[in-house]
């Protein structure tokens, strides 16, 4: 009987964490998809993490590549600045993206947003000389509040079932102990 509560248990707990893998391993910095533009010889791609950012911290990144070659390059600095589209000072910037530890090829950077609405996000590339900028728009959403809510719930759930689980192992435990001394 404790193997198949045990089985259950660990069922749930991985089904729960399938269900929920799109939020929890994008927070790692893999981007799904990237807006590219292209600006005179190069191609400027640029992603998020979450895909549609809310308010808080959202990762960026960023690729430029050769439009004719398809070339990444590792050796430009990309200046990053974002503003809300209606005040026409940036709010956050300018700030240098980092080559990414795991692929040199991706610049990266995090940043928070604290309002929401469109805001605009323009990257100035700097190669050899050459200065190309680019403007993108990200709309920043509210944070949907039931995902917070099912998963603090969902670890209750579990946290019931471990212990009554462990409940139940110890009044067997404590049986088989008196059995043994009598």
């Known amino acids: ?85 209606t005040i026409d000072l940036p709010e956050v910037g300018p700030e240098l993206m980092k080559n990414s530890i795991m692929d040199p090829m991706y610049y990266e950077i995090d940043t928070s947003f604290n309002k929401e609405g469109v805001w605009l996000v323009m990257l100035t590339v700097r190669r050899e000389g050459n200065e190309v900028s680019v403007v993108y728009e990200v709309e920043v959403k509210k944070p949907n509040p039931i995902v917070p809510i099912l998963t603090v719930g969902t670890l209750l759930f579990f946290l019931a079932i471990l212990s009554l689980s462990l409940r139940s192992w110890i009044k067997e435990y404590r049986k088989k102990f008196k059995i043994r001394k009598a």
């Open 1 to 85: 009987m404790l193997w198949f509560r045990a089985a259950i248990f660990v069922s749930l707990l991985f089904l729960g964490l399938y269900n929920q893998s799109g939020t929890l391993l994008e927070a790692n910095g893999s981007i799904r998809s990237y807006e590219k533009k292209v600006i005179g010889e190069y191609v400027i791609g640029l992603g998020t993490t979450p895909p549609s950012p809310s308010i808080g911290v959202t990762h960026f990144a960023a690729f430029v590549e050769n439009e004719q070659t398809g070339t990444r390059y590792v050796d430009v600095e990309i200046e990053f600045v974002s503003s809300s589209s």
